[in-house]
């Protein structure tokens, strides 16, 4: 094969995959295609290929990048007054329960500027997320009170 037949073998597929994209839609959401599959992406079929272990991975980096953005945006007392312990059940937190869930815990965030770590951990405890996620939060406001 000569150069020229190399280069419109890839123009070619370059045009094959627009053609491709075009007809499939780009979706970033989930949502069900015409037959009712689980879809995302341009056609990405989910319940029979999911997602590779590398793809999950590039997700998780993305979203606790993410997360550590947005607990910049807590309140300069709640994060003067956390060691890396608590940094990181507020991060995870956000991870799990998006910036605006942890906000929606005034009392809990109070209570950490106030340097009331048991009465965060109680606050965390007392919550909608505790019920749905009891060892998650039981085990991220063991280190809330402690510290470690």
Known sequence: MNLLE????????????????????LRLKVYKDSVGVSTIGYGRNLESRGITEEEAEFLFQNDFILAKTNYEKLSRFVKDVCNDARKGVLIEMIFQLGYGGVFNFKRMLAAI??????TAADEMLDSKWAKQTPQRANFLSR??????
């Open 6 to 25: 190399i280069v419109m073998k890839d123009i070619g597929m370059m045009n094959l995959k627009k053609r491709i994209k075009k007809h499939e839609g």
């Open 113 to 118: 500027e106030e340097e009331e770590f048991d």
């Open 143 to 148: 280190i809330m009170r402690n510290g470690y």
